[in-house]
């Protein structure tokens, strides 16, 4: 495994992050295809013996029993807290980004991790209904108290980012050191502002769905997966682009058979080579982890990126949320 550091943070993570959506009590309204307590602590214990240290999780994946199910498998497991790099987001709660919604949150995020504090705490969207002052202000409060080492913020438009670091400076608060946006091979909407964005103030990428919510796991559109099957908000975020995207996947195959490695390979080296940090990876089973950190020793030539990229075209934003 290797190692970087999250902007100037000081916080040292494994080039491969869990995510931990992939973990909780399944529900109709949320995933149904989420992975329960015994086989959640069996992945995690697996991810740390290949080095992992990076689990990103939030307040309302599997209504909150994704953060549950992480703080008892590290306790089960044994897992020293400074071994372990923990983050979390809040916003799709009652209250959003309001100052008394965020020192809510992180309390409850707090109790159910089995932690005094978080390394990473992100904004999950924009609040449009908050002026940033607040959040920012909220979230600085966090750090001075030690309830969080640092801050991230996740899918939105370039220039709301730019707004919120701008009133951070201003103000003499804590900026966001991180960026969890939407990225991957079939999605690459934010290069054309927010990457730039987060590559002038030192922010580290720690995108989610690199592998497309598995699309560019496998041949084809769709297998016979659990998740592949009922999974909604995978279907809404790629299917309206699939004619499109399925001469990108095919790319990926030829990649991965000239090199002898699998399609999940070639996708997250791809993410490396872009200059990201940690793609956050969901997983179901063992092999998918091994796969993953594998991909960290794979190394991508300008030439496979250019013929990876090349079929790409413009996107429907999918991610940061349009004022209503």
């Known amino acids: 495994m290797k190692y970087a550091e999250l902007g100037n943070t000081g916080i040292t993570v494994s080039r491969i992050c869990v995510g931990g959506m992939s973990f909780g009590q399944p529900a109709e309204d949320f995933h149904l295809w989420t992975l329960d307590q015994e086989h959640t602590t069996a992945m995690i214990a697996h991810a740390m013996e290949l080095g992992v240290n990076f689990i990103d999780t939030a307040n309302v994946y599997s209504h909150g029993t994704s953060e549950a ?18 983050a979390s987001k809040v916003y799709f709660n009652e209250g ?16 159910r991790l ?28 966090l750090v001075r108290t030690g309830k969080v080492r640092a801050i991230g913020a996740s899918a939105m438009y370039g220039y709301q980012f730019h707004n919120m670091q701008i009133v951070a400076e201003k103000n003499g608060w804590t900026r ?3 960026m969890q946006n939407h990225y991957n091979l079939l999605y690459r909407e934010d290069e054309r502002e927010l990457i730039p964005i987060c590559k002038q103030y030192g922010v580290s990428l720690i995108p989610y769905s690199p592998l497309a919510g598995g699309h560019l796991s496998h041949m084809g559109w769709t297998t016979q997966s659990k998740r592949s099957q009922t999974d909604k908000t995978i279907q809404k975020k790629y299917d ?38 940690a793609p956050i990876v969901g997983a179901t089973s063992m092999p998918h982890f091994d796969d993953a950190v594998a991909a960290v020793e794979l190394s991508l030539t ?23």
């Open 96 to 111: 959003k980004l309001k100052k008394e919604a965020i020192h809510t949150e992180i309390d409850g995020t707090l109790q």
């Open 69 to 86: 199910y992480i703080g008892k498998a590290l306790k089960q497991l044994g897992i020293k807290r400074e071994n372990v790099v923990l």
């Open 176 to 178: 966001f050191s991180t």
């Open 240 to 277: 309206q682009a699939m004619d499109n995207d399925l001469q990108i996947i095919n790319r990926v195959h030829e990649v991965a058979q000239a090199y002898g490695v699998s399609m999940s390979q070639v996708a997250l080296a791809w993410q490396f080579k872009k200059g990201v940090t």
């Open 114 to 141: 089995g932690t005094e504090y978080l390394d990473i705490y992100q904004i999950h969207r924009f609040d449009y209904d908050t002026p940033i002052e607040e959040t920012m202000e909220a979230l600085d409060d």
């Open 302 to 324: 300008n030439e496979d990126v250019t013929f990876l990229e090349e079929p790409y075209a413009r996107h429907k934003i999918v991610g940061a949320l349009p004022e209503e």
